[in-house]
């Protein structure tokens, strides 16, 4: 109701201008009664001698009769005032004493009714106009500052972000601890002829602390910071986005030494000459002025142009050639060590249970962004909190990178006994088959309870982050993936559709290890098709197909003999294991979920047999 009430005030004040103007209008035009009755000199003079008139009102060429109070009639007359009195005596009216008063009055305007007809509507109109422009500008209208800057400045006495808030990324850190000297003492580089960079490109996935490390710059230094994003220079006016550049530079160079910080960098430096006029007109004229700005920096302005982006192979070669962004950083997703620091400066602030152990959280996040592993810790906190728990301990953490990982529990999920089973004996064979091949890495998790669009699923836990895999280790992760499908196979004689993800997983994988990693005999060292992937992203755009349809049915043959090897591997492994299988299935149905712990009891110590594939 508060924030109602404005706007409640201002529509009231509308209606009652609307009800003052309408009521002037009808205070104007109004008649007046009836009025006095027009009539002729002659029979004026005749009423008068009849005694009906006893005050005449001559003003100008009109004369009125009065009976009273009342205006009874009114004539024309065009003399002047001696020969009205002789011609009221001609008719036997005397003026003066014992007969009619007449009473001449000066001729002229009706100044105060002008005065209601003019400036009463020009003050209405003055406070309409006033109220529309104070709503206009209150709801955000800025038609005059388009060309102004938007940039948001954190000064450099506010709290700030330091090195010590960015764990991880120490190769970064390094790179950058030069911008931060150059701003501190500028003359020890100048001394010895070197000039620092003017602009630091930031290239990264989302969420590795890009923008992050850009705050923690302008912390160490101390200087002040001016953040925006790139798609706050782009507006529907041609010129606009130019000319906030031009205001943004101005603004840092009165406060330099600064650094600037522009955030998704490629909403303006795309490509030029990717599209023809329309939209692009006005994204390529404030491109144009970013570029001229840095050129035009002197070598004593100390402004430093930090920016962000996760599409490098889309900017315009002009912003990235020396002299502009002449220093590109890449900050990449963070290995197991970095996971760990990261994972200690999010929990600093958050209660932990004694013996809780970081580096096993760690272990299971690969792939896992600096922003991942802060929402992990944030998830941690909320789940001990609905637990009604006073510290997070290490089941909270675990449950929390697996909700990040595949989504919340969906315990409420209706599920018969027969697909519980059949969920149960798939997981099992993957278990099984993981712990029997000698590369596959070690079963951290198990578990039955539906997770997001999986309806079970099975947590590995890698002794190293991993960034070359060799033909053997590609070869027992598609039998891992098909030791679902072998399970239920061997078990119920009967496949499903549960076996669906690791089916397309297992396809590409094959198709990768033929066409991109050289590891068919088959086919030889060579690669096949032209692939455009987003960088960073992984996802691919489109393949440009370089080989023969004799050479693609070879590719065919050699994905289907592959996987039907890895298959026939899983299915020996399970046969030979079928005991070990029913009674982890067995576990399984029983607790739904079954940890590390509990498959060591089962299984002992991880036997490992020679497979050929």
Known sequence: MQNLAPRSWQSNIYYLLLFVAALALLVLFMPEGAGPEEVGITDFMMHARQGEIDRIEQKENTLTGFAGDEQKYT????????????????????????GLALEVQAG?????????????????????????????????????????????????????????????????????GEVVDFLKSPDKFRSLGGRIPRGVLLVGPPGTGKTLLAKAIAGEAKVPFYSISGSEFVEMFVGVGAARVRDLFEQAKRSSPCIIFIDEIDAVGRHRGAGLGGGHDEREQTLNQILSEMDGFDTNTKVIVVAATNRPDILDPALLRPGRFDRHIVIDLPDVRERFAILKVHTKDKPLAKGIDLEVIAKQTPGFSGADLANLANEAALLAGRRNLKKITGQEMEDAADRVMMGPERKSRVITPREKEITAYHESGHVLVARMLPTSDPVHKVSIIARGVAGGWTKFLPSEDRRLWSRSQLNDQIATLLGGRAAEEIHFGEITTGAQSDLERATKLARKMITEYGMSDRLGLRTFGQRQEMVFL????????????????????????????????????????????????????????????????????????????
């Open 108 to 176: 002229g305007q009706d100044w105060a009714l002008i005065a209601i007809q003019v400036f009463l509507p020009i003050g209405l109109l003055a406070v309409l106009f006033f109220l529309f422009f104070r709503s206009a500008k209150g709801a955000g209208s800025q038609a005059f500052s388009f060309g102004k800057s938007r940039a948001r400045l954190n000064n450099a006495d506010r709290p700030t972000i330091t090195f010590e808030d960015v764990a991880g990324t120490e190769e970064a850190k390094e790179e950058v």
């Open 75 to 98: 004539a024309d007359y065009y003399g002047g005032t001696n020969d009205l009195v002789a011609i009221l005596a001609e008719n036997g009216v005397a003026v003066g004493e014992g």
């Open 538 to 613: 992984g996802k691919e755009i489109s393949e440009q197909r370089d080989y023969s349809d004799s050479v693609a049915h070879e590719i065919d043959q050699e994905m289907h003999n592959r996987i039907q090897r890895a298959y026939a591997t899983a299915k020996r492994i399970l046969e030979q294991n079928t005991e070990k299988l029913q009674q982890l299935a067995t576990l399984l149905i029983e607790m739904e979920t079954v940890g590390e712990d509990d498959i060591e009891k089962l299984f002992g110590a991880p036997a490992v047999q020679p497979v050929t594939t």
